[in-house]
């Protein structure tokens, strides 16, 4: 199965890996349009404004895609949800037997927010209402789709044999299949520039509520133990949440090859600490990035120079 994995997320759509210790800097992403993009755009305009560094965006079909790259140096940085990159760094999960052992922990970018997000106009008003709906399945080049579906399908008491699973390779495609009408739902990411044009591009986009089993906590922490429940409140940026919505919320990480140089690591770390403003014009949801909040212990190596700038910032004592 991990073979089958990799060969997809190494191979599908012909993305070859950046040249070990070519100029520019490179940060990895999924597709352009995609979230990741955009929060690779956003890193990349900090980094390039705050320090000497010239890092770029280097999209894949999908985040899960990069691990290889990141881990053997090839590409300077990775950006993956706590998730998947945990899988990855412990050979768990789909990575179990193939653990990427060079992986380290740069930074905690921002805490991601999602829900199910159905067409404004669709009557769907509920998960509950999902029950024989098309729902995205499958994600070969995704390590966390099914996963996240699962858990959000799981705390409204319901799962995939309640659905109509329509195969699809990874969260862009997820959208472009939304968007097309081939499915009645996607894993809506709030907040960020991809998500906002599917609104537009289906004519308003609502945020389900996720919670409605009596149940829900135990079934998301079951399914997914990063990961919690969390009340976000309407805000003008966030287009889509109208009212005080439930979602599900973890967070996401930069991270890097235990290899990549310490000035290169502490160059983009001040590019982030000095940033937040620049990022924030590019992707809304970016508000959420706390600079002296960088640094959290979830049992994962960090790059050594990673720790040191934490330490120095009296993140880390």
């Known amino acids: 199965m991990f073979k089958t994995l990799i060969a997809a997320l190494m191979t599908v759509g012909g993305m070859a890996p950046a040249i070990a210790n070519a100029e520019p800097q490179t940060i990895a992403s999924a597709g352009q349009g995609s979230s990741t993009y955009n929060y690779a755009l956003a890193i990349s305009k900090a980094a390039n404004a705050d320090s000497d560094m010239d890092l770029r965006p280097q999209p894949y079909d999908s985040t899960s895609q990069a691990s290889p790259f990141v881990n053997s140096g090839e590409v300077d940085f990775g950006l993956e949800n706590a998730i998947a990159v945990r899988q990855a760094m412990l050979g768990e999960g789909r990575f179990e037997g193939h653990q990427m052992e060079n992986l380290r922990l740069v930074a905690r970018l921002l805490p991601m927010r999602m829900t199910l997000g159905v067409r404004e106009d669709s009557g769907i008003t509920s998960v509950q209402e999902l029950k024989g709906k098309r729902v995205p399945s499958g994600f070969l080049q995704a390590v ?24 699809i390779a990874n969260f ?22 991809r998500d906002e044009q599917v609104s537009r591009n289906v004519n308003g986009l609502r945020a389900l509520q996720l919670g409605g089993a009596d149940d829900a906590a135990d079934q998301v922490k079951s399914l997914m133990p990063v990961a919690s429940l969390q009340m976000l409140e309407p805000h003008p940026k966030l287009t889509t949440i109208k009212e005080p919505t439930q979602i599900l919320q973890y967070d996401y990480f930069i991270y890097t090859s235990a290899d990549e140089e310490d000035a290169t690591v502490t160059a983009l770390l001040q590019g982030l600490y ?18 002296d909040s960088m640094y959290v212990d979830v049992g994962l190596a960090y790059h050594p120079a990673a720790i ?9 004592q």
């Open 308 to 316: 040191t700038f934490y330490k120095d910032n009296g993140q880390v």
């Open 274 to 291: 000095e940033g937040k403003d620049a990022m924030v014009e590019s992707v809304a949801s970016l508000e959420w990035f706390q600079p």
């Open 172 to 193: 862009t495609a997820m959208a472009e299949a939304f968007v097309a009408g081939d499915t009645d739902v996607l894993i809506h990411v709030i907040g960020t520039p």
């Open 144 to 167: 966390t789709g099914e996963a996240l579906i699962s858990t959000m399908l799981a705390a409204d008491g319901l799962s995939y044999d309640d659905v109509e699973r329509v195969q």
